[in-house]
């Protein structure tokens, strides 16, 4: 289950498994992170009219670099 997360969040993953942390714990902080950074890059939420139709589920806590993944995906559209 971390390889699949790792396919969305390489970069988190990597740093958590490289700062000691045990795959269940890595597992458990990235999953909603992973999840909703999927939907985000597939475009779910593009050319949405505002943030009050977004879902409630579409934000998660995320660092600096992965809003700037998102962004370049939604350039690139």
């Known amino acids: 289950h971390c390889l699949s997360l790792r396919a969305v ?9 490289g700062n000691g942390y045990s795959w ?5 902080r990235n999953y909603w992170k992973s999840k909703v950074k999927q939907e985000w890059l597939s475009g779910k939420y593009s050319n949405v009219p505002s ?9 998660y806590p995320m ?4 809003w700037g993944e998102i962004l370049e995906a939604e350039l690139e559209r």
């Open 9 to 17: 969040c390489r970069r988190e993953i990597d740093c958590d498994l």
């Open 24 to 28: 269940k714990i890595t597992f458990l």
């Open 51 to 59: 943030q009050n139709s977004l879902p409630e589920k579409s934000m």
């Open 63 to 66: 660092d600096v670099d992965t």
